[in-house]
């Protein structure tokens, strides 16, 4: 082998030895980076690996020698920490819809970015529970197409699936297909989504990449997003994920809460610097936020009990009146087994009037 060709070998070589084995607690010592080099069949002196080190140094490699704890070269920055490893595999390992051969096939990917000491310490402390991870072995696919699909504003096709019963046993069912307009991929509650519009309507829906199969880009161009949202210039999808609740559509309204203020990080979570605070005490604080009402906001609002009211408007009020009355019948106990209820839990003072109208018009329904 000519010598040249040695060289550039013996300059790789040492760049994967630096990369996969030396690390701050672990440099790699002179003699280990020619044992090294001697075993992959580098035969080499310790000059020309000085000038190698020197060579990756000059084209901006952050190769340190330290003494401590003893003699050795480290790479003192990396393309990614082992924090920032750790995080991506816990994302990894708790997405459910990466399936378990994902799953194991991008961890052992995301590994190769630390030292091997670092990664065999790593191991020990990942976890992932099979039961949770989804079957479908499309969705990396899906994401590579729909990307693509995004950046060339194209449309795209395919079989969306849901679960069904058949004979008491639940199965997936014969799916149905769609051509839409793609906008946005995104990751909520646990499940990687597409925003889109589906060309029968004038809004913009969500889909859940597990559920897709055979996606393909289609010649059509997608139908512009200023079309069916208020958004110019790109699609926002911060601003479109802040005004939907569990993903469902609807009407975007001016909402008047009154909450217990143990719910205070709640909300903050939910509507961030949006919510305006209006009034508050010790025990409770009204706050006005402006959210989509749909399926989702009822859900979420119903789940807080007591410990949250709508003050306004008045027809989702109402409709918060009737479904809290269909609850109610669902769990009517028979006359002689009810029991008084526990008290405690709900809001002071929560039908006195509040003087309301100062912030907030009703709409009148």
């Known amino acids: ?39 992959r069949g580098i035969y080499s002196k310790r000059r020309a690996i000085g000038r190698d080190i ?27 920490e082992t924090a920032e490893v750790r995080m991506l595999l816990d994302a990894v390992s708790a997405a459910p819809f990466l399936t378990e051969e994902a799953t194991i096939r991008l961890t052992e990917k995301l590994k190769r970015m630390l030292p091997s000491g670092e990664q065999e310490a790593l191991q020990k402390q990942i976890y992932y529970d099979p039961a949770r991870k989804l079957e479908n072995n499309e969705v990396v696919h899906t994401v590579s197409v729909i990307q693509q699909a995004i950046a060339r504003k194209q449309k795209i096709s395919f079989t969306y699936h849901h679960r069904t019963l058949c004979a008491g046993q ?30 029968k309507y004038d809004t913009v829906s969500k889909y859940r990449l597990d559920r897709m199969y055979d996606v393909c880009m289609e010649p059509e161009p997608v139908r512009p997003f200023t079309e069916v949202t208020p958004y110019t210039g ?37 509507f961030g610097e949006e919510m305006e605070i ?14 989509r009402v749909s399926e989702g906001l009822y ?27 269909e609850l109610e019948a669902v769990y009517r106990l028979p006359e002689d ?26 709409d009148g329904d």
């Open 234 to 270: 790109r699609f926002d999808t911060a601003d479109y994920l802040r005004h939907a609740f569990f993903l469902f559509g609807g009407r975007e309204e001016q909402l008047l809460l009154r909450c217990d203020c143990s719910l205070m990080d709640v909300l903050a979570d939910r």
């Open 299 to 325: 859900g979420w609002l119903l789940q807080y009990g007591a410990r949250l009211a709508v003050m306004a408007p008045t027809y989702v009020r109402d409709e918060m009146r009737r479904r809290l009355w």
């Open 170 to 199: 639940m199965q997936q069912d014969g799916g149905r297909l769609f051509l839409l307009s793609p906008y946005a991929l995104f990751w909520r509650d646990d499940h990687y989504y597409l925003a889109g519009n589906y060309e």
């Open 337 to 362: 087994e009810k029991q008084p209820p526990e008290t405690g839990g709900c809001l002071p003072n929560l039908r006195e009037p509040h003087m309301l109208d100062k912030y907030f018009h009703a």
């Open 278 to 291: 209006l009034e508050w005490d010790r025990e409770v604080f009204t706050a006005h936020v402006c959210a």
């Open 54 to 80: 020197a060579a990756l140094r000059r084209v901006g490699y952050n190769i340190v020698f330290t003494r401590t704890p003893y003699p050795g070269y480290y790479l003192s920055q990396r393309i990614l």
């Open 1 to 39: 082998m000519a010598e040249s060709e040695v060289s550039k070998l013996r300059v790789l070589a040492v760049m994967q030895m630096l990369h996969q084995e030396a690390s701050k607690e672990h440099p790699l010592q002179m003699c280990e980076i020619a044992a090294g080099l001697e075993k």
